[in-house]
């Protein structure tokens, strides 16, 4: 018998011959949803698991919803968790939203003319709960406001101008500006239409840019809980077929992979996967729990912002119970590392009692490990304490802290980006004030035609300011992890606005390719006596 959360002790029912199994209810966690103290298989003859169609083998199921009773300190019933069915917010609900939160109403005007060119959806559990609608000030200075709700703003003066004339004069069709303004948004940044694709007529969702890694863009999961403003993938949200990456059937990818054996991680991108239902899920990751199966691949990771957007994906959902069975087999019997790549912007996300409870039932129930990454956004997270504070609360959760990406060259960037010196400055700051387990994150990294350029810091080379830049990634695997460097500008954004050092150039091509590797001119040279207490002569302070 344990006490669970809200006071109510809880006796743990599920004993198999020879064996009992303790439970602990998490805080926050609904009142049922019980985790073993012990990582344990156990077959429950009396109480099948809920797969929803996803095969779930006699033997061992993961047994984590045992026949639980609660009881009640206080005498009242405990509340069962509540279940909130997921139901988009489009533009055509606005109206009845703003009746619930009238600081929308003035707003309303511009959200539908921006949401013509940007794609719009929110979530209940974002507008609800992570919207603070009693701030002071303009509500499009909050965070989440800004994080989903577009704005004219985020278009030039150009782009405004047209589409205002286009609504003014033809409101019925406003199809052309539209098509031409997102056109020139570069709705597929980094070359990731003509330089990512494989030349596969049938792989129409599958992107290879590194060696190791395949990107699977599986049809069902071209979709999020909600929006990003600054998503850098809106392009698979417009309805335009031409720009979209997409397929539905799996066996064309397991094809890829077999002929592939370098490839060692698969991510499976969006869009959000977890917008899947457990079933369509099962499609692509049920042959993983096969240790046999394409043995090559290790890691299987999600892209997700469930977390953030609607977190009872994986508590409360219908199918949430046989989505943790089928991510616990994955790694139980597949053999594979299983990460859930969660878009994390700020510690708010990671604080609530539902992510609570989803967080520490992925990790418990499901045996995934989280890890976090979030691109560096003007209004949203450009500060050094948010991203502390965000990467202690996440280490204090287990999660790992991964990336701080550089704002994409798409859609409305300009609206969100922050110069590559500043990104510097807070990422430097933020790692400066944390302990070293939150220094797993790297960055801040541009995810760039030619690969992922990390902006070390700022130095001076050869008595000139200049950025140190290094491979984090490269379609070139060669220059992983070489440093180089580019003129210091306090305005560049993005790895094209860089300058090479006089008498020196940049490592890609004008396309965006890297070069090839030069050849290290000191290697040629005889190695120097080592000298027993030789210090360095400069010492590279690297901000
Ligand atoms: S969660 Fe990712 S894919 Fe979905 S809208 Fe946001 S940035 Fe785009």
Known sequence: MVRNSCGHLVLAAACVPSTIYAFLALPGAPSHRLVPLASTTVKRPDAPAQTNGVKVPNAAIPDFAPAAITVPLDGINPVEPAFERYKAISVSALDEWAEKHPR??????????????????????????????SCEGDIADD?????????????SAEH???????????PLD??????DIRDALNPHPAGQKELNTPKDAGLTGVQHKYAETVLFFAAAAQTCHAY????????????DADLRFAQSEAETMFGYLAAHEEVSDVLFTGGDPMFMKTTMLAKYLEPFCDPTFLPHVKDLRIGTRALSFWPQRFTTDSDADALMALLRRVRDEGGRHFAIMAHISTQREVSTDKAVAAIRRLQDEGGCVIRSQAPLMRGINDDAQVWADKWRAEVKLGIVPYYLFVARDTGARHFFDVPLHEAQQIYADAIRSTSGLCRTARGPSMSCTPGKVEVMGVQTVAGVPAFVLRFLQCRDANWIGRVFFAKYDET????????????????????????????MPWKALPAAPVQAAAQPKVALALE
Not at 105 to 133: C, G
Not at 161 to 168: D, G, I, K, N, P
Not at 500 to 507: K, W
């Open 104 to 133: 929308l109403k003035e707003k309303l005007q511009d959200i539908r003319m921006s949401a013509l060119i940007f794609p719009f959806k929110a979530s209940p559990y974002l507008v609800d709960e992570l919207i603070d609608w």
């Open 143 to 155: 965070p989440f406001y800004r994080l989903v709700f577009p704005t004219m703003a985020m278009l």
């Open 160 to 170: 405004d101008a047209a589409l205002r004339l286009a609504v003014a004069t033809n």
């Open 174 to 179: 406003t199809k052309a500006t539209v098509a």
């Open 228 to 239: 990003c403003t600054y998503c850098f993938r809106w392009a698979q949200f417009i309805g």
């Open 492 to 519: 560049a954004v993005w790895f094209d606005d860089l300058v090479p050092l006089d008498g020196e150039e940049l490592p890609w091509t004008p396309e965006g390719l890297p070069k090839a590797v030069p050849t």
